[in-house]
């Protein structure tokens, strides 16, 4: 293991991509990601990686051209944020469809407008139904380890589907913390040689890729994605056990922290895990019977670990960072189906916050806990919003 | 190069497709097709040439065969030339490939325009060629920005006021031209000879490639489908789509083009064009005749300063 550095998110990203070396890297610049690819353009500049890379003239055609590479038969990495993913919005469907193994980093940035370039989930939450994996990291760390796993889970013949690796943009994409990183050897080994699937490029066997498909074949092709959706789940449960072995750092599909005597949970993705723990600890500390669930894999949504987290409970918030004007955002919605798997199910309420990068301090978190226990506060409310 | 050789070539879009009878754009893809015997990728943006050839569970592509939406071919292309590359370079392949991507005028002129740009400047070796049938097909003949002045489609109908679309067409061949690009040139499916030999060229220089090839469609341009071919004929022998092909900073005209710049072969007056089809059938006669006449100016303007550029 080497010696613990100091390291932003989009840099520790940018090493994990080094060490795996992808044969294909297309990418646009897009603030807060932009870090990445500025740091991998230097490796590729100074030979320090066999990378293809390309600098595409927008983000629809450097996710065409994933796509284009992938199906070819190489190894494929990419990034965005906020607009750029939206921008992409097409091809992620596509590319779910073709089941073409992309790995793409999402510096986690809201959508215009009006334009803002700072953090929140809106933009993952616009591919949550696009048939990509999406995991969400909390910290610097994270954001490397999630990595190496995410190349695991999207490329076993199992799964075969893209997956987004989502940091927040600016609280980990541009923070300095400490961070270890395994030796290349290591890394290399985790995550295995790229094994092709029906390349383009083997021109004795033509495959046709991305053909039209009338309603007698379209709807058993999407099924294909959930059946593989399904499978992501064992798959990534093995990822994350194999990545513990060689780092020592054990992960979860989600993780609960305090909960089993706690009355009351909250619910989040993302760097807000920390904040939430920090909170319970406090509340704890006065003899409050609180704690945390932390989802690191968003989809396909481990509900049956949420709803172990959450039987028994006497009330849940959960966190978003995103809304959907009209009617409860996409983790209170999830997490609503996962608690309806139970007999009897806790109160859930959502908190909507940190919209374009409004900051989140501990003290309101904690009110959140008190409106929760005190069984106060609407079923969707707007933290800190001046109405 | 004759046609008895040409008959032996490895067929590479086979039959079942379900385009319409007498459809240019199978004829023009398999003489294309026929410029090289290496072994080629395709990529095709969404249009009638796509849907028809890959109804799933089926399949008319006899190589490999990538769409993955309407204004990307040339960025799904550029992606499956860059995997190439580096496997290549690392040693995981050996052979060599040819890659080509079609797009119809829709894909091409308007909502793909960016990604061949990107494309282009970025120097993927590949060869795009538009199937230019100068309008959107495959929705039910909409205008689109290869649609010609005069035409009247569904979205640019000839009405009472407005005698169909009132614009020319952008000159997408020169557009692409501006790229300083190694090669691009204009083609017509009637002659094969000169189509064939213009992607042979195509595909053997590296670096992107332009094709633009006039693509007669019956439905959306009103004739019969028996009369294809002498509709991309009559398009060059009136000047409306000329022949040529700039190589390496060098215009040159060909085919029947190149005769009628020497002199030796007639110009046709842009009339006996407009009078073949249905969609200028407004034209004929009433108030919007001088329209015709117009549209003869802009053909005339182009071709005089296209024969410029030839050094004619």
Known sequence: MSEPMA??????????????????????????????????????????????????????????????????????????????????????????????????????????????????????????????LQMFGENVQEAYDNTLIAFRIAEDMRVRLPIMTCIDGFIITHALERFEILDDDVAKKYV??????????????????????????????????????????????????????????????????????????????????????????????????????????????????????????KGVAVMDRAMSPGTGSPLYMDVLESVSRLKSPPRVSNYVYGLGGRDLIPEQLTTVFEEVMAGKGERVNFMGVRK | MNLKELSHSEERLVEGHRLCAGCAEPIIARQVLMGTDKPVVVANATGCFEVSTSNYPFTSWNVPWIHTAF??????????????????????????????????????????????????????????????????????????????????????????????????????????????????????????????????????????????????????????GSQTIAMSKLAVETCVWPLYEYEQGTWRLTGESLRIAEGSKEKKPVSEWLASQGRFKHLMKGKFTSVADEVQQGVDQKWASLQKLCQM
Request: proline share 6%; net charge neutral; aromatic share 10%.
């Open chain 1, 192 to 313: 295995g040689p790229f094994q092709p699937l029906r390349p383009l490029l083997d021109i004795k066997n033509p495959t046709t890729y991305g053909p039209l498909a009338m309603p007698d074949y379209y709807y058993e092709l999407k099924y294909q994605v959930q059946a593989s959706m399904d499978a992501a789940v064992g798959v990534a449960r093995e990822a994350m056990a194999d990545f513990a072995k060689i780092s020592g750092r054990k992960y979860d599909l989600v993780e609960g922290y305090r909960t089993e005597d706690a009355e009351y949970v909250m619910v989040a993705m993302g760097s807000t895990a920390g904040t939430m723990r920090f909170v319970v600890d406090q509340l704890r500390a006065r003899g409050k019977k609180v704690g945390a669930v932390k989802v690191r894999l968003f989809r396909p949504f481990p509900a049956a670990d949420m709803a172990k987290f959450l039987e028994g409970k």
């Open chain 2, 71 to 224: 204004e990307n071919a040339p960025a799904a292309m550029s992606g499956v030339e860059a995997a190439y590359n580096s496997l290549k370079r690392q040693g995981k392949l050996d052979q060599e490939i040819k890659f080509v991507a079609f797009g119809g005028d829709g894909a091409t002129y308007d909502i793909g325009f960016q990604s061949l740009s990107g494309a282009i400047e970025r120097g993927h070796d590949f060869l795009y060629v538009c199937f230019n049938n100068e309008a959107y097909m495959n929705t039910g003949i909409q205008r689109s920005g290869a649609t010609p002045r005069g035409a009247s489609t569904t979205t640019c109908p000839s009405g009472t006021c407005i005698p169909g679309k009132k614009e020319f067409p952008k000159d997408l061949t020169r557009i692409i031209i501006a790229h300083d690009l190694p090669y691009a040139a204009q083609a017509s499916p009637h002659n094969w000879k000169d189509l064939i030999q213009k992607s042979h060229k195509a595909f053997e220089i590296h670096g992107p490639k332009f094709i633009n090839v006039i693509s007669p469609c019956p439905r959306g341009w009103r004739h019969d």
């Open chain 1, 7 to 132: 390291c932003n998110g989009d840099m520790a990203i940018a090493l994990a991509w080094k060490q795996i070396d992808p044969d294909v890297v297309a990418a646009y610049p897009i603030t807060p990601q932009t870090i990445i690819v500025e740091a991998f353009s230097d490796f590729v500049a100074n030979g320090e990686v066999n990378t293809e890379y390309v600098c595409a003239e927008s983000e629809h055609s450097a996710l065409t051209i994933c796509v284009g590479a992938s199906a070819a038969g190489a190894r494929v990495a990419t990034a965005t944020a906020s607009a750029g993913l939206a921008f992409m919005w097409e091809m992620l469907y596509v590319s779910a469809s073709m089941r073409v193994p992309i790995i793409m980093a999402v510096a986690n940035r809201t959508l215009s407008g009006p334009i803002n370039i700072h953090c929140d989930h809106s933009d993952a939450m616009g591919g949550r139904d696009s048939g990509w």
